[in-house]
């Protein structure tokens, strides 16, 4: 099997070879590429070329394209930061007032120059790669998590949990949809693989279930349906501890959940079972960027062995892995499924 | 002492128009703001606090809570200032230089406040050189310094180094906290403590309070 076809069985229910890996590792891989984030962000060739050159380094099997988690912020007017050695980051809101609300008009994401860049990065690597290589053109911001872009964290939680203007927070939220469904649109016909978003304020790390049941969980459901007519199966991904909307998550209908190292891996594999694939979750910063090989390689092994009687897997960091995140953590992670024996599958 | 079980309940319910009004009765029909702190809100926000860490309060709820602490803060603060009553302990908190994440520091200044201390803000990317002039305006007795980002983590201990040269570290005990900050990356940067939760830090305040 090639890694592609990894991938593809692991999120169809049936045995790969081995496990499969696919990396957060955009940051590791410009700065193994020798560029800055700038570099990296403003040329879809260089991405693309640290993606591959990753790929083939450590051999992975998938290729999990992104450049920053504020892309689509920046298309709908969120002010933006460019550093020169860390990725893009707001740095402010853009919708002051909700009842701003009701002036948005539509928007084309489609002439954005950034928006532009990503896609084309998607487009090369599935040229270059696809045939191979698992390519999981991430869509950036999940409809909640644009929405908190757009009003800020503090006033958009205020916003949910005080519950007195429902009609614009579901409003902001509809627009928010629609702009994520024109992403994927767009990542559809680079020919990726796969469709994915991250949805990092919407878990019970900020939000209660019961709100993440009403103000982010429809709406993941909706673009998870978008990617499925599209004829793309869909990742998502929810940052922290999400122990408590695991089986809502479940409900998304997506065909992957993007887990973070804080969940409980046994609740997540027993609730998991074969309704959808597990995607993680190491944890990127105290164990693959700070620890040692011999950690990396418990932690792996754990996670391994929790999945073991499942073929819906594919290993790997929580979350994005920090740019010093040293070569040899990340190649004793892979040591530990390229050392397991294909009849642990069996 | 003075317990208004409608302050708590707003506070508790995070209604800040509430809290508002309730506060203005109470003060017109003579209860003493210090009291109104001790007595009331101080219970309140330590209730909201044990919600939040048996899971039944989220983020949300939290700062709706400190909104609606704050709006009852406004009413007191002036007149606390021209009857000469004074918060006993003061902290300095901010989001480390290049770190525009300031959920956390937020939630955390907003228990402190709503806890009892004086609390001053200094927002998100706080260079070390604010850091020491807060410290040298304010004199307070505690800095927190928080960072969500691994990247931005380094500039904790840059700060630390900065308040020694400075000559103030011997004044102030330093808390961090942060999503990827551990308890052991705040003995290895020479930080007082670490919390990984709001609540949590009020604790480590009192504590600190307590021992001074």
Redesign the interface.
């Known amino acids: 099997m090639n890694g592609r076809q990894r991938i593809d069985a692991a999120l169809n229910g049936s045995w790969p070879d081995r496990t499969p890996v696919m990396l957060h590792n955009f940051m590791m891989a410009a700065r193994e590429a020798g560029i800055s984030m700038r570099q990296f962000r403003e040329d879809p060739r260089l991405i693309a070329r640290c993606f591959g050159d990753a790929a083939e380094r450590y051999q992975l099997d998938g290729i999990l394209v992104d450049i920053d988690a504020v892309t689509l912020a920046g298309v709908v007017g969120v002010p933006l930061?460019f550093?020169e050695d860390?990725p893009a980051?707001?740095?402010g809101s853009c919708l002051p007032v909700l009842e701003a609300v009701r002036d948005l008009g539509p928007v084309d994401i489609s002439n954005d120059p950034r928006i532009q860049i990503l896609v084309e990065a998607v487009a090369i690597l599935v040229r270059d790669y696809g045939d191979e290589i698992f390519i999981r053109g991430n869509c950036d911001q999940s409809p909640f998590s644009l929405a908190e872009s757009m009003r800020g964290?503090?006033q958009w939680?205020?916003d949910?949990?005080?519950q007195e203007n429902d009609e614009l927070v579901h409003g902001l939220l509809e627009y928010c949809t629609g702009v994520a469904c024109q992403l994927l649109k767009m990542m559809a016909r680079t020919g990726a693989h796969m469709l994915s978003n991250g949805d990092s304020p919407a878990g019970?790390?900020?939000?209660?279930p019961r709100?993440y049941g009403v103000y982010a969980l429809p709406y993941e459901r909706r673009v998870a349906e978008c990617s499925h007519e599209l004829g793309l199966p869909y990742l998502l991904h929810i940052c922290g501890k999400t122990d408590?909307i695991l089986k809502q998550m479940v409900d998304i209908g997506a065909d992957a959940l993007e887990i973070d190292f804080k969940t409980n891996l046994q609740l997540a594999h027993d609730i998991f079972q074969d309704k959808v694939t597990f995607v993680g979750n190491i944890d990127?910063?105290?164990v693959l960027?700070r620890g040692t090989p011999a950690l990396v390689k418990l932690k792996t092994e754990e996670l391994l062995g929790t999945f073991a009687d499942s073929p819906r897997f594919v290993l790997n960091s929580g979350c994005a892995l920090?740019?010093d995140t040293p070569s040899e953590n990340v190649r004793a992670m892979l040591a530990c499924v390229r050392n397991r024996s294909p009849l642990t599958f069996v | 002492m003075v317990r208004s079980e409608e302050l708590y309940d707003a506070i508790l319910n995070?209604d800040a128009k509430k809290a508002h009004a309730v506060t203005q009765a109470t003060l017109a029909a003579g209860a003493v703001p210090m009291d109104l702190i001790t007595g009331t809100m101080v219970p309140a926000m330590d209730e909201v606090g044990r919600l939040f860490e048996t899971?039944e309060?989220?983020?949300?709820?939290l700062?709706?809570a400190g909104?609606a602490m704050k709006s009852a803060m406004e009413l007191l603060r002036p007149l606390m200032a021209t009857s000469g009553e004074k918060l006993s302990t003061r902290v300095v908190i901010g989001t480390v230089k290049?770190d525009?994440h300031?959920?956390g520091k937020?939630l955390v200044a907003s228990m402190l406040e709503g806890s009892g201390f004086e609390v001053f803000d200094l927002g998100a990317d706080v260079s070390p050189d604010k850091f020491v002039a807060a410290v040298e305006q304010h004199t307070p007795q505690v800095v927190c310094l928080s960072a969500l980002l691994?990247?931005t983590m380094p500039a904790m201990k840059t700060t630390i180094d900065v308040l020694k040269a400075a000559g103030l570290r011997t004044r102030v005990k330093i808390l961090i906290g942060g999503a990827?900050v551990?308890g052991q990356y705040a003995k290895e940067i020479g930080a007082d403590g670490y919390s990984e939760s709001a609540s949590g830090a009020v604790s480590l305040v009192r504590q600190i309070v307590a021992g001074a």
């Open positions: 930061d550093p860390n980051r707001s740095r964290l503090d939680l205020m949910v949990a005080s019970p790390d900020m939000l209660s709100f408590r990127p910063s105290e960027a920090p740019a | 995070g899971e309060y989220f983020v949300p709820e700062l709706l909104r290049g525009m300031d959920i937020n691994t990247v990827p551990t």
